[in-house]
């Protein structure tokens, strides 16, 4: 299995706070990581980094065997890197359908383009993306109307929209129903197999975590501590402690 | 829904169409048109049209112009270049005036005069001050009322060389008024007076001087007098930080415009004493033809003239006098009838130079002091405008050629 | 050596002047988010109050002068009271800025008022009783007043510091400037803290005014000095940090002593008069600090506001049929405007079409783009002077002229943006508006080749474009190409890209668009459009001033776009034209035009929140519904 994201010795302080040290791990085609840890673990730090929105102090992440520590976001995305965020991030002032749209534009480098109009670009292409998460009946909808689990697909859609080989999803559950985010982890387990993509997300819901995750890393104080299958992890005694002394949930 | 937008667009322009659609037309009288920004510099307009309005009636009570009433149509244009053009326009093709007159601004007055050179309408320009409006950018079409900015830094001249001071100080507001008159102000002193130094120049923004700071900036410089053309706020800010640091304690000042009542009477009890400046004493001028205004004037409005209020009569007797003598409101004959007009104005006599349609009237040129807790100007001598203005090959110069 | 000191001390009592001036507006756009353009207004109706109170009390000695300086600014401070619950109250669910178009009708009704009930002579109040002299500082006599201004700086900040740190009321106004949802969370009454923090302003700006009657003469343009440098203060030291007003208040003004202090100075042999640079000195620090640092000096970046669900603007819609058939009955309609042979309406219709173009290029950035501009005159004052330059100063013909203006424009655009994009929300503004300012002081100068404040002569059309008819049709073929243009480029991939950056910068970035150079080519493009519309008004009017360029008519740009609607694209026309025939009409036909136009601006502001066309939009889409 040739890994599709490679995290070595990643480090990282914030005025003489280690939020990270030292975490190293990596992930292949069409495989769900969850990273988790109770709060101020340093998952989210870790998460940025990978994603390029904070740049380490030392260590290196690749992806595709490419080194992206220093590119922004907009570079690694066009690497065949795909986002959610804990809080959607939408167009509220579009369609369904042209948040998708307006991904696809800028996958296929249209956004220069003064003339054309943009609503009648890859029209069908983002058809099938939304019918793939199964929203395509909104399509026309404005995104502010937008029920919140029903963003989250949007999202998803968005996402795919420049085929990644893999998927960074920042809590993707957070703030939906029970119900909904099982439907929705099956959903995107369904979507990463059928196209060879791999997943990172971070998670709190250890239901969303160990039902859904191949592997599952855990990070505390800035380290990895645990790294392995679900049931692995949930009998490590290091595990058992952390979680148990901070959050008695695990 | 776009399309209810845009017929809600169309409707509107339609009923905007139809609002002006209907010119007034009124037969009868010779209508004048008037652009000035009253709103925007009320001060000096206020009483300006109060005076031009006690013209008109003088007029027509005297049966009008050529058989006619005479009627001024007056127009606010909010201190704004490109709205006075458009008002000029709405003057001539509405309201069908015979010509235009009026402005305050510099900038304005030039606009206007270049649309009136375009339109090949006479125009009258009342106050503006800036001299390029006869001279560099002076054309057939446009005369001037007022004396120009230097034509009044040169009426201040003789009293400033007689002095003998040597290190001078300049403030003036940073805009070409200031400009001009402090230009004018080096080069006359400096032909009367060749050792002149001019040790400081402070150039305040208009209206928005630090006075305490200026004031200090002077005082550093340590002049043996100070030349100012500082007016309105900028001058009475001037005056209070000048009087509380006593910079103004055994130099002698000379403050273009200052003795005009519109920037004096603000002053009260802080009007320095000594001054040299241009002015309006309404309260001290005894010739006839000043003393039968005022009493008209204070008449009608139960108000002090201020001397807005006599360049306003005065350009309702120009515009009087140009048609009498044109005999007809065609533009070429009123332009002839213009070159070398005699007017009567509250001032005397004055005539409109053919040379440069520059016309002659003076200021009254003296020292300020304090009376019963208010400025005046305490002695005075009238200087006519022609005493004051360039040989004519200098002035051929520098105006193009009708 | 006593000369630095003195005038380091001048500096001082100037910073005290601006800081009074500027924290008021701090607290009220930190609270309530409200740009509040009045509150120049409020400054100098608390010099006309105090002046007219001293006038009434002062001669009981101290206690009268100083009560009355106290009472004008309890009744500025009521009157602000009262201005929020009457008006800003209605209008707060509006979209962003809307209540910008309130507070200008404000303005231009208290000028009118203040005309009214004090005339038009400026009013230098008496000196201070007891402070009514100098004393001597190092051999240089300094006013007892001006000393005592160094101290009521220092003094309300203290007292606001405790206001704000020791009491309740304080803590949740601090709370709402930095989140305002999580106060209505708390279940605060939200009504009250905006009214008491608005009236607190307004007291604030009554105080700085009335603390200026024995300083200097009440008159009519304080209202508009004051808010410029309002503005700035508060954008230097940071918006809703009141530290930071009086420190920037504290640097301003020592720049500024210090600039009139060096006079004329000869540098490599050139020499520079920093005196003159007064005109302009305060823009420049604020340009150079906004560079520096984008939230100014004691501020923090912005936390994001999520709009309200009202605010949010509906996605957008292609035409329908009916639209381009409206469209075209429309230009029919104006082409054949001429053959009507009203005149005046020709001329003021070519007026209405170039504001239209220029009103909807700052649409086209302040809305679908959504970065406000407060300085949009710039390039429609480099497009009319790049016209008239080439014309006079190159002898080129017209046409040349006139495609040089939109190219000047777009250059300016390109050079301002590129620092202006890096900013949001005010902080972009008020660059932008600093750019401006930098640009007006150049050609207000520049006397041998802007021909400085009287500005050119001279800039009229060919001679197949001399009568009024042929130019406005000429006008009318290029500004509604160019509205015709900045719609398309909406609906166009560029145009929902920048949508997207308003929208979230955050999807943005994750979706690969970089969005900062879309937003400086967006910049650049509007400024070719804002600069036609000032050459073909340069041309309109045959000659050119600095007028063009200044902040009056960025702000008249502001008032039609909100007028018209901000989040609808034939806003900004409508808006332009009933604005400008609105002025036209009343300014022709009453003598207090401004208070009337003021009045009327204020009741479309009332009936028609989201602007004229967006209100109606809104009212047909629930027509619809029904």
């Not at chain 1, 039902?211 to 992890?233: K, Q």
């Not at chain 3, 504290?250 to 020499?271: M, W, Y």
């Amino acid at each position: 299995m040739s890994a599709v994201l490679a995290v070595e010795r990643l480090s990282k302080a914030f005025g003489g706070v280690q939020a990270v040290q030292g975490v190293s791990f990596a992930l292949g085609e069409g495989e769900l990581l969850a990273m988790i840890g109770p709060n101020g673990a340093g998952k989210t730090t870790c998460f940025n980094m990978v994603n390029g929105q904070l740049a380490p102090d030392s260590g290196s992440v690749r992806i595709g065997g490419v080194d992206t520590v220093g590119r922004p976001p907009r570079e690694i995305w066009r690497m065949g890197v795909g986002r959610t965020f804990q809080i959607t991030a939408t167009f509220a002032s579009m369609t369904v359908r042209e948040n998708v749209q307006m991904a696809l534009i800028s996958h296929r480098r249209r956004l220069a383009s003064l003339w054309t109009r943009a609503a009648s670009l890859y029209r069908d292409e983002a058809d099938r993306l939304l019918e793939r998460v199964g929203i395509r009946e909104q399509a026309e909808r404005a995104c502010s109307v937008l029920a919140y689990g029903d963003l989250k697909r949007v999202e998803l859609a968005v996402a795919l929209a420049n085929e990644p080989r893999l998927l960074l999803m920042d809590e993707p559950t957070a703030g939906m129903a029970p119900k909904e985010r099982i439907t929705l982890m099956e959903l995107v387990g369904e979507i990463v197999r059928e196209r060879r993509i791999a997943v990172l997300y971070t998670e709190h819901d250890m239901d969303v975590v160990f039902g859904h995750a191949d592997r599952v890393i855990v990070l505390d104080r800035g380290r990895l501590i645990a790294s392995g299958t679900g049931d692995e992890v949930r009998d490590n005694p290091e595990v058992r402690q952390v979680y148990l002394g901070s959050r008695g949930r695990a | 829904m776009g399309n209810r937008r845009m017929f809600l667009a169309a409707a509107a322009a339609c009923a905007l169409a139809a609002g002006f659609a209907a010119p007034a037309a009124a037969q009868g009288t010779i209508k004048i048109g008037e652009v000035n920004s009253y709103k925007r510099f009320p001060a000096f307009l206020e009483p300006y049209k109060k005076g031009w309005e006690l013209g008109v009636e003088e007029v027509n009570a005297a049966g009008g112009v050529l058989g006619r009433k005479l009627e001024f149509v007056s127009r606010d244009d909010g201190g704004n270049q490109g709205d006075a053009v458009r008002l000029a326009e709405e003057l001539l093709s509405r309201e069908g005036v015979s010509f235009l007159t009026g402005t305050f601004a510099s900038n304005i007055g030039l606009a206007v005069s270049d649309f009136a050179k375009q339109k090949k309408v006479l125009f009258i320009a009342a106050e503006p001050l800036t001299d390029k409006i006869v001279w560099d950018n002076g054309n057939r079409y446009t005369f001037r009322l007022r004396p120009s900015t230097y034509m009044q830094t040169a009426m201040l001249i003789p009293d400033a060389a007689k002095l003998k001071q040597k290190r001078w100080a300049i403030v003036y507001p940073n805009y070409e008024y200031g400009q001009s008159a402090t230009a004018a102000f080096k080069k006359l002193l400096k032909e009367k007076q060749p050792d002149v130094e001019f040790v400081t120049e402070q150039a305040p923004p208009l209206g928005k001087i630090d006075a305490g700071a200026v004031v200090q900036a002077i005082a550093d410089a340590k002049p043996d007098a100070i030349f100012s053309s500082l007016f309105g706020p900028d001058l009475a800010n001037f005056v209070r930080q000048g009087n509380l640091r006593g910079l103004f304690k055994d130099r002698p000042v000379f403050n273009l415009l200052a003795g005009e009542p519109e920037y004096l009477d603000p002053l009260k009890e802080e009007t320095p004493n000594g001054w040299y400046v241009t002015g309006y004493p309404w309260y001290g001028i005894s010739t006839p033809e000043h003393k039968k205004f005022l009493d008209a004037y204070q008449k009608r409005h139960n108000d002090y003239p201020r001397l807005g209020s006599v360049v306003g009569y005065t350009l309702v007797k120009t515009v009087a006098a140009a048609i009498r003598k044109a005999g007809s409101l065609d533009t070429e004959k009123l332009i002839a009838a213009m070159k070398g007009l005699e007017v009567d104005s509250p001032f005397g006599k004055m005539t409109y130079r053919a040379l440069d349609h520059q016309s002659t009237m003076g200021a009254y040129v003296g020292q300020i002091g304090l009376r019963g807790g208010k400025g005046v100007m305490t002695s005075f001598r009238y200087e006519p405008g022609e005493k004051h203005l360039p040989p004519d090959a200098e002035i051929r110069k520098m105006r193009p050629a009708d | 050596m006593s000369s630095i000191v003195v005038q380091f001390l001048n500096g001082l009592a100037g910073a005290s002047t601006l800081f009074l001036i500027a924290v008021g507006l701090s607290l009220i756009f930190g609270v309530t988010r409200i740009v509040n353009f009045a509150h120049g207004s409020l400054y100098m109706l608390g010099i006309y109050i105090a002046y007219s109170a001293v006038g009434a009390f002062g001669a009981a000695g101290a206690l009268g002068f100083w009560g009355a300086i106290l009472a004008a600014a309890l009744a500025v401070g009521l009157f602000g009271a009262l201005v929020e619950v009457l008006i800003l109250r209605r209008i707060y669910q509006a979209p962003e800025l809307f209540q910008l178009l309130a507070t200008f009708a404000l303005v231009l009704m208290v000028k009118d008022f203040v005309l009214w009930a004090w005339g038009p002579e400026d009013l230098l109040g008496p000196r201070a009783p007891g402070l009514d002299g100098a004393v001597a500082i190092l051999g240089q006599r300094f006013p007892e007043y001006d000393l005592f201004m160094i101290a009521v700086g220092p003094v309300v900040l203290g007292l606001l510091w405790l206001l704000l740190n020791r009491t309740r009321w304080g803590t949740l106004v601090r709370a709402a400037t930095q989140d305002r949802e999580m106060v209505g969370a708390l279940g605060v009454n939200q009504k009250w803290l905006f009214t008491g923090v608005f009236a607190l302003g307004a007291f604030l700006a009554g105080l700085g005014g009335a603390l200026q009657v024995p300083r200097e003469p009440a008159q009519l343009f304080l209202d508009l000095t004051a808010i410029a440098d309002a503005f700035v203060i508060v954008v230097v030291g940071g918006m809703g940090s009141i530290p930071g007003a009086f420190l920037a208040a504290l640097i301003i003004g020592e720049v500024k002593a210090f600039c009139i202090g060096l006079g004329n100075v000869t540098l490599l042999g050139v020499e520079v008069s920093f005196s003159k640079l007064t005109l302009v000195i305060e823009f420049i620090v604020m340009a150079i600090v906004l560079v520096v640092r984008p939230w100014g000096l004691l501020g923090r970046p912005q936390a994001a506001q999520r709009a309200a669900p009202t605010h949010i603007e509906p996605p957008l819609r292609a035409a329908l049929r009916g639209l381009a058939a409206g469209a075209a009955v429309l230009a029919l309609a104006l082409a054949a405007l001429p053959l009507t042979g009203a005149a005046y309406t020709v001329v003021l219709m070519t007026d209405i079409l170039i504001f239209a173009l220029f009103a909807a290029s700052l649409h086209f950035i302040m809305g679908p783009a959504g970065m406000v501009s407060f300085g949009h005159a710039a390039y429609f004052g480099l497009g009319a002077y790049g016209a008239g330059l080439v014309l006079l100063r190159a002898g080129a013909p017209m046409e040349v002229a006139l495609a040089a203006g939109p190219l000047a424009a777009a250059l300016g655009a390109a050079v301002f943006g590129w620092f202006c994009v890096r900013l949001a929300g005010v902080y972009f503004a008020m660059l932008t508006l600093a750019f401006a300012q930098i640009g007006w002081s150049v050609v207000f100068q520049w006397d041998s080749f802007t021909g400085g404040s009287n500005g050119l002569v001279g800039v009229w059309p060919a001679a197949w474009l001399s009568s009024k008819s042929a130019f406005y049709l000429f006008v009318l073929v290029l500004c509604g190409a160019g509205l015709a243009a900045l719609r398309r480029i909406l609906f166009s991939p560029f145009g929902y890209a920048l949508r997207a950056g308003r929208d979230s910068p955050l999807r943005c970035d994750a979706i690969g668009i970089d969005i900062k150079r879309l937003q400086w080519a967006a910049f650049t493009l509007v400024g070719a459009f804002a600069g036609t519309a000032g050459a073909l008004y340069a041309f309109s009017k045959g000659s050119l001033s600095p007028d063009l360029m200044a902040i009056p008519r960025s702000v008249d740009a502001l008032v039609m776009v909100l007028l018209g609607g901000v989040q609808t694209l034939a806003g900004p026309a409508v808006g332009a034209a009933a604005f400008t025939w609105l002025q036209d009409t009343i300014a022709r036909n009453t003598e207090y035009w401004q208070s009337l136009l003021g009045a009327t601006i204020l009741i479309i502001v009332l009936a028609f929140p989201q602007g004229i066309v967006g209100s109606l939009a809104r009212l047909g889409t629930r027509a619809e519904a029904e």
